[in-house]
């Protein structure tokens, strides 16, 4: 039998699971980490960066390595292995994550130093903005080929030594990979599938006690928007014959993609060592610089459970889901 929730029901249960989610998000991000390895120790937990040359892969390196870590750097520019490379505990290595002959030559390295490899992070990636029935086919090849086929190639190739170690995988995700507007399909498409890459691997790896988390940021301090400006730049686009031209014109990419005024990324640094480190990680973690960011992305995951749950053979009705909901709260807080 259907029992048709009420648009009433519907915001009521958006409260509850908000609150309650962004409640044990919060609670989970307070335990203590592991991080008493001492610089130079041989015993020291070994992590590969993908994308340490700016931003958060930056970072978090620096973290990393200030804490005694040794930290495999990838980057792509000789100026950028240069700096990395003069940072104690850190060893640049020249890594396109979209080349295989470069992630063949990271493995020989990490399996010559015989330090092991405790763990990756997947933070390689890039952005593009465009409207879909106007994208051209070899631009989403591109930022699939980095953002999708670049965190798969990268944990495959490494994958026998994280298996050896019992490690860690951290994939680099966004609250676009939940939500999405007008302009973001290809990037959300990508993080929309590193979603799904990270949820199949957290199965698949678990049988050698291997844990996969996603860290999802939003409204954070990066070069992203810039990337994407140049990007545009140089291809030379003219918005003029678009069927979006005013949606363009008003885009705030096309201002410069300027992104200083927002918060650093230290919070995701942050959630992406408790990843590394806890001993009970999340598999996802939802970092954004708001509050109004976080209830969009909340809102979006209860909209799509909604719709999921509208006029189907075996339909929950208010009260159902909020045992579900209960449920499933107990296994995350248990």
């Known amino acids: 039998m259907k029992y048709p929730l009420k648009r009433r029901h519907y915001f009521s249960l958006a409260r509850i699971v908000i609150g309650l989610l962004v409640a044990g998000l919060s609670s989970h991000l307070i335990a203590d980490t592991d991080t008493n390895a001492e610089p130079g120790d041989h015993s020291q937990k070994a992590i590969l960066v993908t994308g340490a040359s700016t931003g958060l892969g930056r970072m978090l390196a620096e973290s990393l390595a200030s804490k005694g870590y040794f930290v495999y750097a990838g980057a792509r520019k000789d100026k950028d292995l240069a700096a990395l490379n003069a940072i104690e505990n850190i060893q640049s290595i020249r890594l396109d994550v979209t080349i295989q002959r470069e992630i063949d030559a990271a493995v020989q390295t990490v399996?010559?130093?015989n330090r092991g490899l405790y763990a990756i992070v997947n933070n390689a990636g890039v952005g593009l903005m465009a409207p879909l029935i106007e994208l051209d086919e070899k631009d989403l090849d591109f930022i699939f080929d980095v953002n999708v086929y670049g965190p798969y190639r990268i944990t495959k190739a490494f994958a026998p030594l994280l298996i050896e170690s019992k490690g860690r995988v951290v994939n680099i995700g966004s609250i676009a990979g939940v939500q999405t507007r007008t302009f973001y399909g290809p990037y959300s498409m990508t993080k929309h599938a590193l979603e799904a890459f990270t949820d199949a691997l957290a199965i698949e790896l678990s049988r050698f006690d291997i844990k996969v988390s996603i860290v999802d940021p939003g409204g954070f301090n990066s070069n992203i928007g810039k990337n994407i400006y140049q990007r545009i730049k140089d291809k030379g686009a003219n918005f003029e014959n678009s069927l979006y031209k005013d949606d363009w014109e008003n885009n705030w990419v096309l201002a410069g993609g300027d992104l200083s005024m927002m918060k650093?990324?230290?919070?995701?640094?942050?959630?992406?060592?408790?990843?590394?480190?806890?001993?009970?990680?999340?598999?996802?973690?939802?970092?954004?610089?708001?509050?109004?960011?976080?209830?969009?992305?909340?809102?979006?995951?209860?909209?799509?459970?909604?719709?999921?749950?509208?006029?189907?053979?075996?339909?929950?009705d208010r009260e159902g889901l909020i045992k579900l909901l209960d449920q499933e709260i107990e296994k995350i807080n248990p």
């Open 264 to 316: 650093g990324p230290e919070d995701m640094v942050a959630a992406a060592e408790h990843a590394l480190f806890d001993t009970k990680p999340q598999q996802r973690y939802m970092v954004v610089g708001d509050a109004a960011r976080a209830d969009k992305t909340m809102r979006a995951l209860l909209h799509r459970m909604l719709e999921l749950n509208e006029n189907q053979p075996f339909t929950y």
């Open 111 to 113: 399996t010559d130093a």
